[in-house]
T-cell receptor, first 112, second 114 residues
Framework: GDSVTQMEGPVTLSEEAFLTINCTYTATGYPSLFWYVQYPGEGLQLLLKATKADDKGSNKGFEATYRKETTSFHLEKGSVQVSDSAVYFCALIGGATNKLIFGTGTLLAVQP | DGGITQSPKYLFRKEGQNVTLSCEQNLNHDAMYWYRQDPGQGLRLIYYSQIVNDFQKGDIAEGYSVSREKKESFPLTVTSAQKNPTAFYLC?????????????FGEGSRLTVL
């Protein structure tokens, strides 16, 4: 079945460091891909999305490119801030089912 | 302003008791969802509803029940049959009946069974 695999956390970075959180997927067909963010004590918010191969989603300085050849959707940010500390979830929809499938989440901790 | 309201934020329950978590949305969204979040396991779908008076089981529906009598409300009951109910529960909605993957989430309810 469809699945999403994320790098395990926590990821600990200093402020202004470069961020990469890896995400790979397994799905039939051509899924849409998403990154959601969960700040401490809150629900999830959609961060960015990409609906077809080679699309780049971007928001708030974060970017991710839909790579069909490597079945990946890695999240990147050039310079993280303390306020970016959160749990990041990669997700997909549109493979075998119409359900949104989440990865296990990656905790990012940014230190001043 | 519009959004999804979950209540209560924290809930304690004794074993053997049923408990109902509230989820209300004023976004005029057709579809609503309940997810369970456990540490290291991501989000798992419990139930979803694409239209009033209809709902479908998700991946882990056993021990849970829902109703969708009004478009804006989708309460979740955690029954005594749920073997491990301690978790963080998230309600979400999406605009259309078809799930595009763009969900709007509430702030969650944390249930602890004593």
């Amino acid at each position: 079945g469809d699945s999403v695999t994320q790098m395990e956390g926590p990821v600990t970075l200093s402020e202004e460091a470069f961020l990469t959180i890896n995400c790979t997927y397994t799905a039939t067909g051509y899924p849409s891909l998403f990154w959601y963010v969960q700040y401490p004590g809150e629900g999830l918010q959609l961060l960015l999305k990409a609906t077809k191969a080679d699309d780049k989603g971007s928001n708030k300085g974060f970017e991710a490119t839909y790579r069909k050849e490597t079945t990946s959707f890695h999240l990147e940010k050039g310079s993280v801030q303390v306020s970016d500390s959160a749990v990041y979830f990669c997700a997909l929809i549109g493979g075998a089912t119409n359900k949104l499938i989440f990865g296990t989440g990656t905790l990012l901790a940014v230190q001043p | 302003d519009g959004g999804i309201t979950q209540s209560p934020k924290y809930l304690f329950r004794k074993e053997g008791q049923n408990v109902t978590l509230s989820c209300e949305q004023n976004l005029n969204h057709d579809a609503m969802y309940w997810y369970r979040q456990d540490p290291g396991q991501g989000l798992r779908l419990i139930y979803y509803s694409q239209i009033v008076n209809d709902f479908q089981k998700g991946d882990i529906a056993e021990g849970y029940s829902v109703s969708r009598e009004k478009k804006e409300s989708f309460p979740l009951t955690v029954t005594s049959a749920q073997k491990n109910p301690t978790a963080f529960y998230l309600c979400a909605s999406s605009p259309g009946q078809m799930n595009t993957g763009e969900l709007f989430f509430g702030e969650g309810s944390r249930l602890t069974v004593l």
